[in-house]
T-cell receptor, first 116, second 113 residues
Framework: SAVISQKPSRDICQRGTSLTIQCQVD?????MFWYRQQPGQSLTLIAT?????????ESGFVIDKFPISRPNLTFSTLTVSNMSPEDSSIYLC?????????????FGQGTRLTVV | AQTVTQSQPEMSVQEAETVTLSCTYD???????LFWYKQPPSRQMILVIR??????QNATENRFSVNFQKAAKSFSLKISDSQLGDAAMYFC??????????FGPGTSLSVIP
């Protein structure tokens, strides 16, 4: 299993500002994923972050709005840029490893973001 | 593209009774994994049960079991002897060969004392 620490757990931000969310894993992992969960909704994948390469974004998400860093195999950050109230959501970090195909995805505890 | 559908936005069950949550999915892959995740108000995603598509036998985990119908692309979750702590959002999920997990819209389960 993997233990994932996400920081901050929650934040209230002013519109127009940016917030960087950190995700730390207790073991080396090949791929890290960032999800958004809007109020009362399911989880939607924002992007896949591989170490040493640029993140791959899903349809509807762009790098300018959600820049991602993956400096090593245990850490990643997601920045929510130029925030608006519509960005108020829970953001979750997840990890997986293709080397162990039958494992589930492990999740951080999420960051609850409120934009005012 | 893979999709996951949960047709029951809300369900309720009497404590100690049994409830079944429905899930269907669409994929062209032959090898994949299916999961049920539970999300209580703490928002932590908790794995309830998983099923490998190549296994015909339905997965079971204590009070939780699935009915996996590969040809029908159906993956329902049965919760037996429901407990108050089972109240949560339940998400059916599909894991692609690239490790992306695609979630269904969720079913909110209430347990009535």
């Amino acid at each position: 299993s993997a233990v994932i620490s996400q920081k901050p757990s929650r934040d209230i931000c002013q519109r127009g500002t940016s917030l960087t969310i950190q995700c730390q894993v207790d073991s080396q992992v090949t791929m890290m994923f960032w999800y958004r969960q809007q109020p009362g909704q399911s989880l939607t994948l924002i992007a896949t972050a591989n170490q040493g390469s640029e993140a791959t974004y899903e349809s509807g998400f762009v790098i300018d709005k959600f820049p991602i860093s993956r400096p090593n195999l245990t850490f990643s950050t997601l920045t929510v840029s130029n925030m608006s109230p519509e960005d108020s959501s829970i953001y979750l970090c997840s990890v997986g490893s293709r080397a162990v195909l039958n494992t589930e995805a492990f999740f951080g505890q999420g960051t609850r973001l409120t934009v005012v | 593209a893979q999709t996951v559908t949960q047709s029951q936005p809300e369900m309720s069950v009497q404590e100690a009774e049994t409830v079944t949550l429905s899930c269907t999915y669409d994929t062209s892959e032959s090898d994949y994994y299916l999961f049920w995740y539970k999300q209580p108000p703490s928002r932590q995603m908790i794995l309830v049960i998983r099923q490998e598509a190549y296994k015909q036998q339905n997965a079971t985990e204590n009070r939780f079991s699935v009915n996996f119908q590969k040809a029908a692309k159906s993956f329902s979750l049965k919760i037996s002897d429901s407990q108050l702590g089972d109240a949560a959002m339940y998400f059916c999920a599909y894991k692609t060969s690239y490790d992306k997990v695609i979630f269904g819209p969720g079913t909110s389960l209430s347990v009535i004392p």
